[in-house]
């Protein structure tokens, strides 16, 4: 019967123990900056070529970036690469990348997904204009 109690009592510990160790491990994930992380296209729209910036913040510290153009289903172009291989944001949380609207975009508003290593998520719009 002691070791029944003793054996329980001890599972108990090793229980609260696991969950204090993940609710602290998870505690120390938190992000910085603003909260949710936001993502601005600058211009907003434009005819096919046109530069674009897109910067970020808000997203998790040197977290590696995706940014997405959805142009129709299964058409998925990679934008933010044009000056750098990859996009990292930097220790507050922010990123800035350099892109065009690719030269096939056909006029219309897509959306544009930006995904981080770590967990952030944005989607935004882009407009491509015929003129």
């Known amino acids: 019967m002691k ?30 900056g603003a909260e949710p992380a936001s993502v601005t296209i600058a211009p907003a729209s434009g005819v096919k070529g046109t530069a674009i910036t897109i910067s970020g913040e ?3 510290p040197e977290e590696e970036i995706d940014i997405i153009l959805t142009l129709g289903p299964g058409e998925l172009i990679g934008l933010g690469t044009r000056t750098q291989d990859v996009v990292m944001s930097d220790a507050t949380g922010s990123f800035t990348a350099e892109s065009a609207i690719p030269v096939f975009a056909k006029p219309g508003r897509y959306v544009v997904e930006v995904e981080g290593s770590k967990g952030s998520l944005v989607e935004t719009t882009l407009e491509v204009t015929s003129q």
């Open 3 to 32: 070791n029944r109690i003793l054996f329980s009592r001890i599972g108990a510990a090793v229980i609260l123990a696991f969950f204090l160790a993940l609710a602290f491990g998870c505690a120390g994930m938190k992000k910085t």
């Open 58 to 60: 808000g997203f998790y």
